[in-house]
Protein backbone atom coordinates (compact mmCIF):
# COMPACT_ATOMS: atom_id res chain seq x y z
CA UNK A 1 0.00 0.00 0.00
CA UNK A 2 1.12 3.42 -0.77
CA UNK A 3 1.56 6.46 1.25
CA UNK A 4 -1.13 8.12 -0.46
CA UNK A 5 -3.25 5.06 -0.36
CA UNK A 6 -2.93 5.04 3.17
CA UNK A 7 -3.72 8.16 3.64
CA UNK A 8 -7.22 7.77 1.87
CA UNK A 9 -7.82 4.73 3.72
CA UNK A 10 -6.76 6.33 7.37
CA UNK A 11 -9.25 9.68 6.23
CA UNK A 12 -12.22 7.25 5.02
CA UNK A 13 -11.88 5.86 8.48
CA UNK A 14 -11.99 8.47 10.80
CA UNK A 15 -15.37 9.98 8.62
CA UNK A 16 -16.81 6.41 9.44
CA UNK A 17 -15.92 6.56 13.12
CA UNK A 18 -16.89 10.50 13.59
CA UNK A 19 -20.23 9.46 11.78
CA UNK A 20 -20.37 6.43 13.96
CA UNK A 21 -20.27 9.18 16.94
CA UNK A 22 -22.40 11.90 16.33
CA UNK A 23 -25.31 10.12 14.32
CA UNK A 24 -26.78 7.74 16.80
CA UNK A 25 -27.93 11.48 18.59
CA UNK A 26 -30.32 12.05 15.53
CA UNK A 27 -31.22 8.25 15.72
CA UNK A 28 -31.69 8.49 20.18
CA UNK A 29 -34.29 11.47 19.83
CA UNK A 30 -36.13 10.41 16.59
CA UNK A 31 -36.50 6.71 17.97
CA UNK A 32 -38.10 8.46 21.35
CA UNK A 33 -39.88 10.93 18.94
CA UNK A 34 -41.67 7.85 17.21
CA UNK A 35 -42.12 5.92 20.08
CA UNK A 36 -43.10 8.50 22.19
CA UNK A 37 -45.55 10.57 20.01
CA UNK A 38 -48.53 8.58 20.28
CA UNK A 39 -49.26 8.98 23.10
CA UNK A 40 -48.88 13.47 23.29
CA UNK A 41 -52.12 14.63 23.56
CA UNK A 42 -53.93 17.54 25.48
CA UNK A 43 -55.31 14.64 28.36
CA UNK A 44 -51.71 13.71 28.10
CA UNK A 45 -50.14 16.96 28.98
CA UNK A 46 -52.60 18.46 31.04
CA UNK A 47 -54.35 15.78 33.46
CA UNK A 48 -53.12 14.31 36.68
CA UNK A 49 -52.03 10.37 36.72
CA UNK A 50 -54.52 8.12 37.51
CA UNK A 51 -55.06 4.21 38.02
CA UNK A 52 -51.45 3.98 39.85
CA UNK A 53 -50.30 6.21 37.05
CA UNK A 54 -50.80 3.78 34.40
CA UNK A 55 -53.42 5.84 33.11
CA UNK A 56 -53.80 9.56 32.50
CA UNK A 57 -51.16 12.47 32.04
CA UNK A 58 -47.92 14.23 33.29
CA UNK A 59 -49.72 17.61 34.17
CA UNK A 60 -47.85 17.56 37.97
CA UNK A 61 -44.57 16.43 36.86
CA UNK A 62 -44.60 18.93 33.73
CA UNK A 63 -45.72 22.04 36.45
CA UNK A 64 -43.03 20.90 38.99
CA UNK A 65 -40.17 21.02 36.71
CA UNK A 66 -41.10 24.47 35.46
CA UNK A 67 -41.43 25.74 39.16
CA UNK A 68 -38.15 23.89 39.48
CA UNK A 69 -36.64 26.04 36.69
CA UNK A 70 -38.15 29.35 37.76
CA UNK A 71 -37.09 28.41 41.12
CA UNK A 72 -33.03 27.88 40.18
CA UNK A 73 -32.98 30.78 37.72
CA UNK A 74 -33.93 33.11 41.06
CA UNK A 75 -31.88 30.61 43.09
CA UNK A 76 -28.74 30.68 40.27
CA UNK A 77 -28.67 34.44 38.91
CA UNK A 78 -27.53 37.03 41.23
CA UNK A 79 -24.88 35.29 42.82
CA UNK A 80 -23.36 33.97 39.58
CA UNK A 81 -23.87 36.90 37.62
CA UNK A 82 -22.07 38.77 40.44
CA UNK A 83 -19.36 36.15 40.45
CA UNK A 84 -18.60 36.52 36.54
CA UNK A 85 -18.34 40.35 36.96
CA UNK A 86 -16.31 39.89 39.73
CA UNK A 87 -13.89 37.58 37.38
CA UNK A 88 -14.18 39.74 34.64
CA UNK A 89 -13.92 42.72 35.63
CA UNK A 90 -11.70 43.08 39.24
CA UNK A 91 -9.81 39.53 39.66
CA UNK A 92 -6.34 40.41 39.55
CA UNK A 93 -4.08 37.50 38.29
CA UNK A 94 -2.82 36.88 41.60
CA UNK A 95 -3.40 33.18 43.66
CA UNK A 96 -7.08 34.07 45.09
CA UNK A 97 -8.28 34.60 41.47
CA UNK A 98 -6.80 31.25 40.54
CA UNK A 99 -8.34 29.69 44.34
CA UNK A 100 -11.69 31.11 42.83
CA UNK A 101 -10.91 29.70 39.43
CA UNK A 102 -10.18 26.44 40.61
CA UNK A 103 -12.82 26.60 42.87
CA UNK A 104 -15.73 26.68 39.76
CA UNK A 105 -13.96 23.99 38.34
CA UNK A 106 -14.44 21.57 41.01
CA UNK A 107 -18.09 22.88 41.47
CA UNK A 108 -18.42 22.15 37.89
CA UNK A 109 -17.26 18.64 38.66
CA UNK A 110 -18.91 18.11 42.04
CA UNK A 111 -21.08 14.91 40.96
CA UNK A 112 -25.22 15.97 41.08
CA UNK A 113 -25.60 13.28 43.62
CA UNK A 114 -23.64 14.55 46.36
CA UNK A 115 -25.05 18.40 45.04
CA UNK A 116 -28.34 16.07 46.22
CA UNK A 117 -26.57 14.79 49.34
CA UNK A 118 -25.30 17.96 50.43
CA UNK A 119 -29.06 19.72 49.82
CA UNK A 120 -30.40 17.19 51.69
CA UNK A 121 -27.85 17.70 54.57
CA UNK A 122 -27.72 21.50 54.58
CA UNK A 123 -31.30 22.68 53.09
CA UNK A 124 -33.79 20.19 53.71
CA UNK A 125 -32.76 19.05 57.61
CA UNK A 126 -30.14 22.14 58.71
CA UNK A 127 -32.24 24.95 57.39
CA UNK A 128 -35.23 22.74 58.12
CA UNK A 129 -36.69 23.61 54.80
CA UNK A 130 -38.30 20.37 54.48
CA UNK A 131 -38.04 18.56 51.26
CA UNK A 132 -39.23 21.46 48.93
CA UNK A 133 -39.42 23.35 45.99
CA UNK A 134 -36.93 25.67 48.56
CA UNK A 135 -35.01 23.23 49.42
CA UNK A 136 -34.93 21.68 45.07
CA UNK A 137 -34.86 24.99 43.49
CA UNK A 138 -30.99 26.05 45.82
CA UNK A 139 -30.05 23.09 45.82
CA UNK A 140 -30.08 22.90 41.67
CA UNK A 141 -28.98 26.80 41.46
CA UNK A 142 -25.99 25.76 42.81
CA UNK A 143 -25.28 23.18 40.70
CA UNK A 144 -25.96 25.41 37.89
CA UNK A 145 -23.79 27.74 38.94
CA UNK A 146 -20.82 26.95 37.15
CA UNK A 147 -22.22 26.57 33.75
CA UNK A 148 -24.06 30.04 34.33
CA UNK A 149 -20.30 31.94 35.82
CA UNK A 150 -18.33 30.95 32.71
CA UNK A 151 -20.88 31.64 30.12
CA UNK A 152 -21.22 34.95 31.32
CA UNK A 153 -17.89 35.60 32.59
CA UNK A 154 -16.83 35.02 28.61
CA UNK A 155 -19.58 37.10 27.74
CA UNK A 156 -18.48 40.05 29.78
CA UNK A 157 -14.89 39.58 28.55
CA UNK A 158 -16.02 39.87 24.59
CA UNK A 159 -16.85 43.34 25.03
CA UNK A 160 -13.69 45.12 23.59
CA UNK A 161 -11.57 46.84 25.88
CA UNK A 162 -11.84 50.21 24.70
CA UNK A 163 -15.76 50.74 25.68
CA UNK A 164 -14.51 50.69 29.16
CA UNK A 165 -11.26 52.94 28.31
CA UNK A 166 -13.89 55.67 26.47
CA UNK A 167 -16.56 55.07 29.48
CA UNK A 168 -13.32 55.65 32.15
CA UNK A 169 -11.46 58.64 30.37
CA UNK A 170 -14.99 60.43 30.44
CA UNK A 171 -15.04 60.49 34.11
CA UNK A 172 -17.04 57.52 34.80
CA UNK A 173 -16.54 55.23 37.82
CA UNK A 174 -15.61 52.06 37.45
CA UNK A 175 -19.00 50.72 38.68
CA UNK A 176 -20.85 53.23 35.85
CA UNK A 177 -18.72 51.54 33.09
CA UNK A 178 -19.41 48.01 34.28
CA UNK A 179 -23.11 48.95 35.06
CA UNK A 180 -23.73 51.34 31.94
CA UNK A 181 -21.53 50.19 29.10
CA UNK A 182 -20.00 47.19 29.74
CA UNK A 183 -23.71 44.84 31.03
CA UNK A 184 -25.76 45.76 28.50
CA UNK A 185 -23.73 44.75 25.61
CA UNK A 186 -22.90 41.87 27.92
CA UNK A 187 -26.33 40.85 28.66
CA UNK A 188 -27.80 38.28 25.55
CA UNK A 189 -24.71 36.02 26.36
CA UNK A 190 -25.39 36.08 30.15
CA UNK A 191 -29.17 34.98 29.14
CA UNK A 192 -27.87 32.63 26.78
CA UNK A 193 -25.48 31.06 29.72
CA UNK A 194 -28.64 31.50 32.29
CA UNK A 195 -31.03 29.26 29.62
CA UNK A 196 -28.14 26.92 29.20
CA UNK A 197 -27.84 26.18 33.19
CA UNK A 198 -31.61 25.76 33.30
CA UNK A 199 -31.81 23.33 30.38
CA UNK A 200 -29.41 20.86 32.70
CA UNK A 201 -30.79 21.57 35.79
CA UNK A 202 -34.56 20.95 34.32
CA UNK A 203 -33.82 17.60 33.18
CA UNK A 204 -31.31 16.84 36.62
CA UNK A 205 -32.69 14.23 38.13
CA UNK A 206 -30.33 12.94 41.02
CA UNK A 207 -29.95 16.50 42.89
CA UNK A 208 -33.48 16.58 43.53
CA UNK A 209 -34.07 12.81 44.41
CA UNK A 210 -33.85 13.70 48.40
CA UNK A 211 -34.93 17.35 48.28
CA UNK A 212 -38.13 18.08 46.53
CA UNK A 213 -38.99 15.57 44.15
CA UNK A 214 -42.44 13.55 45.16
CA UNK A 215 -43.32 9.60 43.56
CA UNK A 216 -46.94 10.89 43.16
CA UNK A 217 -49.05 13.85 44.60
CA UNK A 218 -52.87 14.15 44.03
CA UNK A 219 -52.51 17.53 44.53
CA UNK A 220 -50.85 20.40 43.10
CA UNK A 221 -48.11 22.07 45.66
CA UNK A 222 -49.40 25.20 46.95
CA UNK A 223 -46.44 27.06 48.27
CA UNK A 224 -42.76 27.13 47.82
CA UNK A 225 -42.62 25.23 50.79
CA UNK A 226 -44.50 21.98 49.38
CA UNK A 227 -42.73 18.71 47.62
CA UNK A 228 -43.60 18.19 43.84
CA UNK A 229 -43.49 16.11 41.09
CA UNK A 230 -41.04 16.55 38.73
CA UNK A 231 -40.42 15.19 34.90
CA UNK A 232 -37.14 13.60 35.51
CA UNK A 233 -38.29 11.77 38.49
CA UNK A 234 -41.36 11.06 36.78
CA UNK A 235 -39.61 9.12 34.18
CA UNK A 236 -37.75 7.07 36.75
CA UNK A 237 -40.30 6.26 38.43
CA UNK A 238 -42.82 4.79 36.01
CA UNK A 239 -40.31 3.13 34.18
CA UNK A 240 -38.60 1.20 37.33
CA UNK A 241 -40.84 1.17 40.60
CA UNK A 242 -44.24 0.32 38.78
CA UNK A 243 -44.71 -2.74 37.06
CA UNK A 244 -47.24 -3.07 34.65
CA UNK A 245 -46.29 0.51 33.04
CA UNK A 246 -47.66 0.44 29.42
CA UNK A 247 -44.49 1.17 27.87
CA UNK A 248 -45.66 4.23 25.88
CA UNK A 249 -46.72 6.22 28.66
CA UNK A 250 -42.91 6.09 29.31
CA UNK A 251 -41.21 7.12 25.55
CA UNK A 252 -44.55 10.18 25.84
CA UNK A 253 -43.02 11.20 29.15
CA UNK A 254 -39.47 10.82 27.71
CA UNK A 255 -40.34 12.50 24.84
CA UNK A 256 -41.77 15.54 26.39
CA UNK A 257 -38.90 15.81 29.30
CA UNK A 258 -36.79 16.17 26.04
CA UNK A 259 -38.83 18.83 24.36
CA UNK A 260 -38.62 20.50 27.01
CA UNK A 261 -34.60 20.46 27.79
CA UNK A 262 -33.37 20.78 24.18
CA UNK A 263 -35.96 24.11 23.30
CA UNK A 264 -33.92 25.41 26.34
CA UNK A 265 -30.71 24.35 24.77
CA UNK A 266 -31.84 25.56 21.69
CA UNK A 267 -33.42 29.28 22.07
CA UNK A 268 -29.63 29.41 24.05
CA UNK A 269 -27.74 28.31 20.61
CA UNK A 270 -30.03 30.62 18.39
CA UNK A 271 -29.61 33.88 20.67
CA UNK A 272 -25.86 32.84 20.52
CA UNK A 273 -25.51 32.79 17.63
CA UNK A 274 -27.87 35.77 16.70
CA UNK A 275 -25.52 37.66 19.19
CA UNK A 276 -22.55 36.85 17.33
CA UNK A 277 -23.49 37.41 13.29
CA UNK A 278 -25.26 40.84 15.18
CA UNK A 279 -21.79 41.82 16.93
CA UNK A 280 -20.61 45.37 15.34
CA UNK A 281 -16.78 45.40 16.89
CA UNK B 1 -2.41 41.32 30.04
CA UNK B 2 -5.21 44.62 29.31
CA UNK B 3 -7.28 43.41 31.75
CA UNK B 4 -4.39 43.49 34.41
CA UNK B 5 -2.87 46.31 33.28
CA UNK B 6 -6.23 48.26 33.64
CA UNK B 7 -6.54 47.35 37.29
CA UNK B 8 -3.45 48.40 38.18
CA UNK B 9 -3.98 51.76 37.07
CA UNK B 10 -7.30 52.15 37.67
CA UNK B 11 -7.74 52.38 41.42
CA UNK B 12 -5.40 55.73 41.90
CA UNK B 13 -7.04 57.15 38.96
CA UNK B 14 -10.58 56.41 40.74
CA UNK B 15 -9.55 58.01 43.80
CA UNK B 16 -8.31 61.23 42.48
CA UNK B 17 -11.44 61.77 39.85
CA UNK B 18 -14.75 60.23 41.92
CA UNK B 19 -16.94 62.46 44.04
CA UNK B 20 -16.33 60.95 47.34
CA UNK B 21 -20.57 60.06 47.61
CA UNK B 22 -20.73 58.38 44.57
CA UNK B 23 -17.58 56.90 46.06
CA UNK B 24 -19.11 55.47 48.60
CA UNK B 25 -22.39 54.01 47.41
CA UNK B 26 -19.91 52.13 44.73
CA UNK B 27 -17.33 50.99 47.63
CA UNK B 28 -20.53 48.67 48.82
CA UNK B 29 -21.25 47.21 45.44
CA UNK B 30 -17.49 46.39 45.04
CA UNK B 31 -17.79 44.71 48.02
CA UNK B 32 -20.88 42.75 47.18
CA UNK B 33 -19.53 41.46 44.10
CA UNK B 34 -16.31 41.09 45.42
CA UNK B 35 -17.70 38.60 47.98
CA UNK B 36 -19.79 36.93 45.61
CA UNK B 37 -16.66 35.56 43.87
CA UNK B 38 -14.97 34.48 47.08
CA UNK B 39 -17.97 32.91 47.99
CA UNK B 40 -17.49 30.32 45.03
CA UNK B 41 -15.00 28.93 47.29
CA UNK B 42 -17.27 29.09 50.69
CA UNK B 43 -19.48 27.00 48.97
CA UNK B 44 -16.84 24.17 48.08
CA UNK B 45 -15.86 24.43 51.51
CA UNK B 46 -19.32 24.36 52.93
CA UNK B 47 -20.42 21.36 50.98
CA UNK B 48 -17.33 19.40 52.24
CA UNK B 49 -18.25 20.71 55.60
CA UNK B 50 -22.20 19.33 55.37
CA UNK B 51 -20.66 16.23 54.16
CA UNK B 52 -18.41 15.64 56.82
CA UNK B 53 -21.12 16.29 59.30
CA UNK B 54 -23.42 13.74 58.24
CA UNK B 55 -20.76 10.69 57.11
CA UNK B 56 -17.93 11.43 59.40
CA UNK B 57 -19.69 9.80 62.19
CA UNK B 58 -19.86 6.79 59.75
CA UNK B 59 -15.68 6.40 59.36
CA UNK B 60 -15.80 6.19 63.46
CA UNK B 61 -19.04 4.06 64.10
CA UNK B 62 -18.01 1.33 61.49
CA UNK B 63 -14.76 -0.36 61.84
CA UNK B 64 -12.16 0.23 59.66
CA UNK B 65 -12.27 -3.70 58.50
CA UNK B 66 -15.67 -3.69 57.92
CA UNK B 67 -15.88 -0.88 55.44
CA UNK B 68 -12.75 -1.94 53.59
CA UNK B 69 -14.88 -5.13 53.18
CA UNK B 70 -16.07 -7.04 50.40
CA UNK B 71 -19.64 -7.05 51.34
CA UNK B 72 -22.04 -3.73 51.26
CA UNK B 73 -25.67 -5.46 53.18
CA UNK B 74 -26.86 -2.86 55.29
CA UNK B 75 -29.29 -4.91 56.87
CA UNK B 76 -26.69 -7.25 58.72
CA UNK B 77 -24.72 -3.97 59.32
CA UNK B 78 -22.13 -4.93 56.64
CA UNK B 79 -20.87 -1.55 55.13
CA UNK B 80 -17.88 -2.82 52.63
CA UNK B 81 -17.05 -0.24 50.42
CA UNK B 82 -14.86 -2.13 48.21
CA UNK B 83 -17.99 -4.08 45.82
CA UNK B 84 -18.88 -0.28 45.39
CA UNK B 85 -15.30 0.97 44.18
CA UNK B 86 -14.68 -2.05 42.02
CA UNK B 87 -18.16 -1.06 40.76
CA UNK B 88 -17.06 2.59 39.85
CA UNK B 89 -14.17 1.66 38.70
CA UNK B 90 -15.23 -1.15 36.30
CA UNK B 91 -17.96 1.01 34.30
CA UNK B 92 -15.62 4.55 34.47
CA UNK B 93 -12.69 2.53 32.97
CA UNK B 94 -15.17 0.89 30.44
CA UNK B 95 -16.68 4.01 29.32
CA UNK B 96 -12.98 5.73 29.13
CA UNK B 97 -11.55 3.42 27.15
CA UNK B 98 -14.47 3.30 24.35
CA UNK B 99 -14.93 6.99 24.06
CA UNK B 100 -11.22 8.17 24.35
CA UNK B 101 -10.43 6.63 21.38
CA UNK B 102 -13.42 7.63 19.17
CA UNK B 103 -14.11 11.33 21.13
CA UNK B 104 -10.62 11.52 19.60
CA UNK B 105 -11.04 10.52 16.30
CA UNK B 106 -14.27 12.54 15.66
CA UNK B 107 -12.32 15.84 17.06
CA UNK B 108 -9.66 14.74 14.52
CA UNK B 109 -12.63 15.08 12.02
CA UNK B 110 -14.21 17.99 13.13
CA UNK B 111 -10.75 20.13 13.39
CA UNK B 112 -8.40 18.41 10.74
CA UNK B 113 -10.83 16.75 7.95
CA UNK B 114 -14.78 17.95 7.60
CA UNK B 115 -15.33 20.83 5.79
CA UNK B 116 -17.31 23.57 7.16
CA UNK B 117 -20.81 22.97 6.66
CA UNK B 118 -20.48 19.49 8.26
CA UNK B 119 -18.61 21.59 11.00
CA UNK B 120 -21.16 23.73 11.65
CA UNK B 121 -23.87 20.60 11.22
CA UNK B 122 -22.18 18.10 13.89
CA UNK B 123 -21.33 20.83 16.71
CA UNK B 124 -24.76 21.68 17.17
CA UNK B 125 -25.92 18.05 17.25
CA UNK B 126 -22.72 17.20 19.79
CA UNK B 127 -23.97 19.86 21.95
CA UNK B 128 -27.49 18.43 21.37
CA UNK B 129 -25.87 14.92 22.77
CA UNK B 130 -25.01 16.49 25.61
CA UNK B 131 -27.89 18.24 26.61
CA UNK B 132 -29.89 14.78 26.88
CA UNK B 133 -30.88 14.13 30.14
CA UNK B 134 -29.25 11.05 31.90
CA UNK B 135 -32.19 10.26 33.20
CA UNK B 136 -33.62 9.59 29.20
CA UNK B 137 -30.54 7.50 28.09
CA UNK B 138 -30.94 5.48 31.32
CA UNK B 139 -34.13 5.11 30.06
CA UNK B 140 -33.28 3.56 26.66
CA UNK B 141 -30.64 1.55 28.21
CA UNK B 142 -33.28 -0.12 30.35
CA UNK B 143 -35.79 -0.73 27.72
CA UNK B 144 -33.59 -0.45 24.45
CA UNK B 145 -29.92 -1.65 25.05
CA UNK B 146 -29.73 -4.05 27.72
CA UNK B 147 -32.26 -6.67 25.83
CA UNK B 148 -29.61 -6.22 23.25
CA UNK B 149 -26.99 -6.86 25.63
CA UNK B 150 -28.81 -9.95 27.13
CA UNK B 151 -29.62 -10.84 23.29
CA UNK B 152 -25.66 -10.79 22.52
CA UNK B 153 -25.06 -13.55 25.16
CA UNK B 154 -24.41 -11.96 28.66
CA UNK B 155 -26.29 -13.85 31.25
CA UNK B 156 -28.40 -10.63 31.88
CA UNK B 157 -28.69 -7.46 30.08
CA UNK B 158 -28.01 -4.69 33.13
CA UNK B 159 -24.25 -5.15 33.58
CA UNK B 160 -21.24 -3.13 33.85
CA UNK B 161 -20.91 -3.50 30.42
CA UNK B 162 -24.54 -1.66 29.42
CA UNK B 163 -23.78 0.85 32.12
CA UNK B 164 -19.83 1.27 29.97
CA UNK B 165 -21.53 1.90 26.86
CA UNK B 166 -24.34 4.43 27.82
CA UNK B 167 -21.42 6.25 30.22
CA UNK B 168 -18.71 5.95 27.63
CA UNK B 169 -21.54 8.19 25.04
CA UNK B 170 -22.66 10.32 27.40
CA UNK B 171 -18.74 11.67 28.20
CA UNK B 172 -18.19 12.17 24.61
CA UNK B 173 -19.47 16.04 24.31
CA UNK B 174 -16.58 16.49 27.30
CA UNK B 175 -14.05 14.50 25.66
CA UNK B 176 -14.67 16.00 21.78
CA UNK B 177 -14.57 19.65 22.70
CA UNK B 178 -11.81 19.33 24.80
CA UNK B 179 -9.35 17.58 22.23
CA UNK B 180 -11.03 19.55 19.65
CA UNK B 181 -8.99 22.77 21.63
CA UNK B 182 -6.07 20.50 21.95
CA UNK B 183 -5.82 20.06 18.44
CA UNK B 184 -6.52 23.64 17.74
CA UNK B 185 -4.11 24.71 19.88
CA UNK B 186 -1.23 23.29 17.63
CA UNK B 187 0.32 26.04 15.51
CA UNK B 188 -0.13 25.44 12.03
CA UNK B 189 3.12 26.18 10.87
CA UNK B 190 3.59 22.50 12.28
CA UNK B 191 1.17 21.40 9.98
CA UNK B 192 2.78 23.21 7.09
CA UNK B 193 5.89 22.16 8.07
CA UNK B 194 5.07 18.56 7.87
CA UNK B 195 3.34 19.03 4.81
CA UNK B 196 5.73 20.60 2.94
CA UNK B 197 8.53 17.81 3.54
CA UNK B 198 6.23 15.57 1.63
CA UNK B 199 4.22 13.66 4.32
CA UNK B 200 0.38 12.86 3.54
CA UNK B 201 -2.39 14.71 5.62
CA UNK B 202 -2.46 10.94 7.70
CA UNK B 203 1.02 11.21 8.40
CA UNK B 204 0.77 14.89 9.38
CA UNK B 205 -2.57 14.31 11.95
CA UNK B 206 -0.68 11.12 13.61
CA UNK B 207 3.28 11.80 14.02
CA UNK B 208 2.67 15.66 14.63
CA UNK B 209 -0.51 17.18 15.19
CA UNK B 210 -1.80 14.20 17.93
CA UNK B 211 1.89 14.21 19.51
CA UNK B 212 1.85 17.62 19.70
CA UNK B 213 -1.47 18.12 21.38
CA UNK B 214 -1.36 15.18 23.55
CA UNK B 215 -1.44 17.38 26.89
CA UNK B 216 -4.73 18.05 25.85
CA UNK B 217 -5.58 14.50 25.26
CA UNK B 218 -4.85 13.90 28.88
CA UNK B 219 -6.56 16.56 29.88
CA UNK B 220 -10.10 15.08 27.80
CA UNK B 221 -9.28 11.55 29.46
CA UNK B 222 -9.30 12.88 33.06
CA UNK B 223 -12.06 14.87 32.41
CA UNK B 224 -13.90 12.24 31.11
CA UNK B 225 -12.97 10.11 33.96
CA UNK B 226 -14.41 12.60 36.30
CA UNK B 227 -17.38 12.93 34.58
CA UNK B 228 -18.33 9.53 34.29
CA UNK B 229 -17.30 8.23 37.81
CA UNK B 230 -20.16 11.27 39.01
CA UNK B 231 -22.91 9.89 36.97
CA UNK B 232 -26.02 8.41 38.91
CA UNK B 233 -29.53 7.55 37.11
CA UNK B 234 -28.47 6.38 33.90
CA UNK B 235 -26.01 3.96 35.49
CA UNK B 236 -28.10 3.31 38.64
CA UNK B 237 -30.68 1.46 35.63
CA UNK B 238 -28.35 -0.04 33.36
CA UNK B 239 -25.94 -1.89 35.74
CA UNK B 240 -28.07 -4.15 37.67
CA UNK B 241 -26.99 -2.96 41.28
CA UNK B 242 -25.86 -5.85 42.58
CA UNK B 243 -23.20 -5.08 45.31
CA UNK B 244 -20.97 -8.04 44.29
CA UNK B 245 -17.17 -8.02 43.26
CA UNK B 246 -17.64 -9.88 39.73
CA UNK B 247 -15.67 -12.66 39.73
CA UNK B 248 -12.63 -12.95 37.09
CA UNK B 249 -13.56 -15.94 35.51
CA UNK B 250 -16.87 -15.16 34.00
CA UNK B 251 -15.83 -11.97 32.29
CA UNK B 252 -16.16 -9.10 34.77
CA UNK B 253 -17.52 -6.90 32.58
CA UNK B 254 -20.87 -8.77 31.65
CA UNK B 255 -22.18 -8.76 34.86
CA UNK B 256 -24.26 -6.49 37.41
CA UNK B 257 -22.61 -4.06 39.33
CA UNK B 258 -23.21 -1.26 42.00
CA UNK B 259 -21.82 2.04 41.54
CA UNK B 260 -21.04 4.34 44.58
CA UNK B 261 -23.21 6.88 43.02
CA UNK B 262 -26.04 4.31 42.61
CA UNK B 263 -26.09 3.19 46.01
CA UNK B 264 -26.39 6.37 47.13
CA UNK B 265 -29.43 7.72 45.25
CA UNK B 266 -31.10 4.08 45.91
CA UNK B 267 -31.19 3.82 49.21
CA UNK B 268 -31.05 7.41 50.78
CA UNK B 269 -34.78 7.05 50.25
CA UNK B 270 -35.15 4.47 52.57
CA UNK B 271 -33.28 5.42 55.79
CA UNK B 272 -33.82 6.87 58.78
CA UNK B 273 -32.55 10.29 59.13
CA UNK B 274 -28.78 9.88 62.05
CA UNK B 275 -29.02 5.65 61.32
CA UNK B 276 -25.76 4.20 60.71
CA UNK B 277 -26.98 3.43 57.21
CA UNK B 278 -27.49 6.87 56.25
CA UNK B 279 -24.24 7.77 57.73
CA UNK B 280 -22.65 5.23 55.54
CA UNK B 281 -24.26 6.48 52.38
CA UNK B 282 -22.77 9.90 53.39
CA UNK B 283 -19.27 8.81 53.77
CA UNK B 284 -19.64 7.39 50.47
CA UNK B 285 -20.41 10.97 49.21
CA UNK B 286 -17.62 12.42 51.00
CA UNK B 287 -15.50 9.16 48.85
CA UNK B 288 -17.18 10.48 45.74
CA UNK B 289 -16.40 14.66 46.43
CA UNK B 290 -12.95 13.64 46.89
CA UNK B 291 -12.16 11.62 44.53
CA UNK B 292 -14.22 14.34 41.51
CA UNK B 293 -12.19 16.60 43.57
CA UNK B 294 -8.64 15.39 43.01
CA UNK B 295 -9.40 14.59 39.39
CA UNK B 296 -10.57 18.07 38.70
CA UNK B 297 -7.66 19.86 40.45
CA UNK B 298 -5.18 17.40 38.40
CA UNK B 299 -6.84 18.68 35.18
CA UNK B 300 -6.62 22.02 35.99
CA UNK B 301 -3.06 22.03 37.13
CA UNK B 302 -2.57 20.17 33.73
CA UNK B 303 -4.46 22.82 31.92
CA UNK B 304 -2.54 25.78 33.25
CA UNK B 305 1.28 23.77 33.42
CA UNK B 306 0.13 23.16 29.45
CA UNK B 307 -0.57 26.72 28.84
CA UNK B 308 2.67 28.02 30.34
CA UNK B 309 4.79 25.33 28.27
CA UNK B 310 2.85 26.36 25.01
CA UNK B 311 4.12 29.87 25.66
CA UNK B 312 7.36 29.62 26.16
CA UNK B 313 7.99 27.28 23.27
CA UNK B 314 6.54 30.29 21.06
Redesign the interface.
Known sequence: MT??Q??RL??IA??L??A???L???F??L??VYNGIGVISWEFLFTAPRSGMREGGIWPALLGTVFLTFGTAIAAF??AI??A?????????NR?TR????????????????????G???FV??LNLGTSIVAGSLTLG?MT?PVV?STAEEALLAVP?EF??VS?SL?A????TIRHQVLPHALPGIITGIILGL??A?????PI??TVAAFYLPELPRSIFDQTMAL??H??VI??QVPGMP?SL?YGT?LV??LV??SL?LVA?VLRTRMRRRRQW | M???E???S?PA??AE??PSR??SG?WW??Q??????????F??G??FL??L??GLPAFVRISPLNLLGVRWYPIEELYGLLPLLVGSLLVTVGAVVIAVP??L??A???GE??PLWQREL?K??????A??????????G???LAPLVQQAGAPTGLTAFTGALILA?MS?PTI?SISEDALYAVPKEYRDASLAIGA????T??RVVVPAARSGIVIATV?GI?RA?????AVM?VTGNAANIPSLATGMFFQPVRTM?AT??AE??EVA?GSLHYQA??AI?IV??LL??A???L??MLIGGGKQQRSSQL
Not at chain 1, 173 to 176: I, K, L
Not at chain 2, 134 to 139: D, E, K, N, P, R
Not at chain 2, 200 to 203: D, I, L, V
Open positions: RQTNAKISVALVVPTVVIYVPLATIYLAEYAGDLWVRLAIVNLAGIPSIVYGLFLGALFLLIQRTLGTRWQGRAGETALFPYLYSTLQALLVLTT | LKTQAALAQTTRHEIEIIRGAGLSTIIILIFLRELGITIYLIALPLIEVLGIPSIVLGFLWVAYLITEWQIWLGIGETMMTIAMGQLFGLFTFINSAS
